[in-house]
């Protein structure tokens, strides 16, 4: 059981901010500027940054892109608790997701475990409380928020920032934090020198002596590919939204597996027919009344 929560404890992590969250629509659109030529020239071959970093007591991602869609779509499909189910059900390691409306606030009730079936018993249970922080003609703010989690970690946070980029496309910032003590850091160990060991991220930090590049392994490695996957999961959910209704959750798994295949060094995990029939049923239980 310690190694997939291990795995998952790792899929959480993300930095104390490299860049704070942009807070207004004029700040990320500096940051767009600054970003310009990367996002034109990278090893994605897309508009796309990835951003990792590491303090003694928190980690952090970000990610960056441009997507191809209006503003005013974006930024409507990315409020309310249920579309953020819909999106962190994609990741292989979410298991459950619930929106519900109590006297604090809207809250998320997230279910995380291993890339496998598995009881929601046997799972780790997270609070999330959800708030859309700025919603205006030109900008979004979402957070998410929950004060605990295991291994002592705490302090997670989710943040989401939108801008529009002319009139048919938009520039958005994703970014997950935590914080961590001397449990966590030795779970952390534990994961790197055994499920981990091998797997790395997107940062290059050197060449080989073929020339071929060498890629970021430890905390940042995790960091970068869990940044990732769930952009992927936002990306494969904005682009099912012109699907019919009834065809958007097999567009969205399916178009989500395409997406982390393309990038196999880092992000592969179960092959197409696994992760589909695990999803599936995994849905269908999010979705059945009281589950």
């Known amino acids: ?20 969250h942009a807070q ?29 970093s590491e303090s003694p007591v928190a980690l952090r991602g970000d990610v ?14 990315l409020q309310g608790t249920d579309q953020w189910c819909d999106i962190l059900i994609l990741h292989l390691n979410v298991k459950h997701c619930r929106g519900s409306r109590p006297k604090s606030g809207d809250t998320l009730s997230l279910v995380v475990g291993r890339k496998s079936d598995q009881p929601l018993a046997e ?31 705490s302090d997670y946070r989710i943040v989401l920032e ?6 048919q496309r938009s520039f958005l910032h994703l970014s997950y934090s935590y914080a961590y003590g001397t449990a966590a850091q030795l779970a952390m160990q534990g994961y790197l020198a055994t499920l981990g060991r091998d797997k790395v991220g997107f940062s290059v930090v050197g060449s080989k002596a073929d020339g071929q590049p060498v890629h970021v392994g430890s905390t940042r490695g995790v960091i970068e590919r869990n940044t990732m996957r769930y952009y992927l999961a936002i990306e494969a959910y904005l ?17 989500w597996h395409t997406s982390v295949e393309r990038y196999p060094l880092q992000l592969h995990e179960l092959e197409r027919g696994e992760y589909l029939a695990m999803k599936h049923k995994e849905v269908r239980r999010q979705q059945a009344p009281g589950g």
């Not at 997270?126 to 030109?138: I, S």
């Not at 979004?140 to 970690?153: C, E, H, I, K, M």
């Open 1 to 20: 059981m310690i190694s997939w929560a291990l795995a998952w404890f790792c899929a959480l992590a993300a930095l104390l901010p490299a860049h704070a």
């Open 24 to 52: 207004d629509g004029a700040a990320l659109q500096a940051r767009h500027a600054v970003l310009r030529q990367t996002l034109a020239n990278n090893p994605f071959h897309r508009p796309l940054h990835l951003e990792s």
């Open 64 to 77: 960056y892109a441009q997507i191809e869609q209006p503003f005013t779509v974006v930024a409507r499909a």
């Open 123 to 153: 799972a780790y249970h997270f609070q999330f409380a959800y708030r859309v922080l700025a919603t205006r003609p030109d900008y979004l703010q979402v957070a998410l928020n929950s004060d605990a989690g295991p291994f002592g970690t």
């Open 162 to 167: 939108v801008v529009p980029l002319g009139a």
């Open 239 to 255: 682009g099912a939204l012109s699907a019919p209704a009834a065809q958007q959750l097999d567009k969205r798994l399916n178009d």
